[in-house]
C-alpha cells in the first residue's frame, strides 16, 4: 500500500487507466487487484485477451487470494473458449469463496 505522501499520486494513476503508468506501479512494487485488474480491461478495451490474461496471472501470482481476479480471469478464458483453463480457475474462486453460490452455477455453465 502507498505511503500518505504518494497516495494522492497513486489514486490519479489508477483512475487514469493508462497502461504505461499502471505497469510504472508494479515496477515500483504496488500489489493492489485494482491496478492488475484495470491492465487487464485496458488489454481487452484493445483487442488483446491473452494480454489480459497475463495481467491477471501475474495479478494472481502477487495476490492469489483475490477471489476477483480469478474471477475475470475465468470470464476471459471461457469468451477464448479455453473451457478447461476457466473451470481450473472457477474451481479456485470456490476454494476461496464456498459460500457463494453464483461461482458453482457459473462453473456448472462451463463444465
Not at 56 to 85: C, N, W, Y
Request: proline content about 5%; hydrophobic content about 45%.
Amino acid at each position: 500500500m502507498p505511503t500518505d505522501t504518494r497516495l494522492e499520486r497513486w489514486h490519479e494513476v489508477v483512475r487514469s487507466r493508462n497502461p504505461a503508468l499502471l505497469n510504472q506501479l508494479l515496477a515500483q512494487g504496488a500489489k493492489d487487484e485494482d491496478i492488475f485488474m484495470l491492465l487487464a480491461q485496458c488489454a481487452l478495451q484493445q483487442k488483446a485477451p491473452a494480454e489480459a490474461g497475463e495481467a491477471l496471472r501475474k495479478g494472481i501470482a502477487a495476490r492469489p487470494e483475490s477471489v476477483r481476479m480469478h474471477v475475470m480471469l475465468a470470464d476471459i478464458q471461457t469468451r477464448q473458449q479455453d473451457f478447461a483453463a476457466a473451470e481450473q480457475s472457477l474451481r479456485k474462486v470456490i476454494e476461496l469463496a464456498p459460500d457463494e453460490v453464483v461461482y458453482q452455477l457459473r462453473l456448472a455453465e462451463v463444465v
